[in-house]
């Protein structure tokens, strides 16, 4: 770089920095305003991910073993609402005495077609470590034929214990992605087995006392 260059550059951000200042005020960052959250969980397993307070839950599925949240859109059909979908997947293997199917196969199936949908287009995929856990995350643009709408589809698939993997969902329209995609980073982020309330201490008897005195 010339010594030109460099003067411009310097110059440049200079002029860059002053404005930032003034738009500023103090210089303090603006603060950014987090929406409200609560936790939900499925029944029969405590699986628990932190949603937008406002989002309404729809339902439970898979015999309590999930439920479905969606984001309320007035005059639209709820079935047509972006959805985030949380659940508990017993992944038996395919053979007695086999080892149980991995996040890869997983990944394979949720690729394949389940009728609602003509075909799927992979968008990304990525494999990572979700609260100590190994995971895949993927995204799909899935496709109709039937003049239906394209849809986006984000799946965080995370391996539990005892062949049990946990599936986390965003279904939405393709406008809605960006706006939609930190509802579905925080709740992957947030997954967490809900931990069983300790016993509560045993109530003295009464007479308790004076028999071992």
């Known amino acids: 770089m010339t010594s030109k260059s ?9 002029v860059l920095c002053a404005g930032l200042s003034k738009s500023s005020g103090s210089g303090a960052p603006a ?11 499925a029944k029969a ?12 839950r729809l339902g439970d599925i898979f015999d309590d073993l999930g439920f479905v949240v969606a984001e309320p859109h007035e005059g639209v059909d ?3 609402w972006p959805q985030l979908s949380v659940a508990a997947i017993d992944v038996p293997p395919q053979k007695p005495g086999s080892a149980p199917r991995s996040l ?11 009728g609602t949908f003509t ?21 799909v643009r ?7 709408p394209e849809m986006i589809e984000e799946v965080a698939l995370i391996e539990g214990d005892e062949e049990m993997v946990y599936s986390i969902a965003l279904r939405c329209a393709p406008g809605d992605f960006d706006r939609l995609d930190p ?12 931990a069983s309330a300790p016993p509560a201490p045993a109530k003295p008897q009464p007479g308790a006392e004076k028999k071992s005195k």
Do not use: M
Request: net charge negative; hydrophobic share 45%.
């Open 31 to 41: 603060a950014h305003k987090v929406p409200a959250s609560r936790a939900e969980c």
């Open 45 to 56: 397993v405590e699986l628990c991910v932190t949603v937008p307070a406002s989002w309404q």
């Open 6 to 14: 460099a003067l411009l550059l310097v110059v440049l951000c200079s």
């Open 104 to 114: 890869d196969e997983l990944v394979e199936i949720v690729l394949t077609p389940d």
């Open 142 to 148: 899935l496709h109709d034929d039937a003049n239906k």
């Open 119 to 139: 075909s799927s287009e992979t968008l990304q995929r990525t494999r990572l470590l979700i609260n100590g856990a190994d995971a895949e995350i993927l995204r």
């Open 183 to 194: 509802v579905f980073q925080r709740a992957a982020h947030s997954w967490r087995i809900k």
């Open 78 to 80: 709820s079935a047509l």
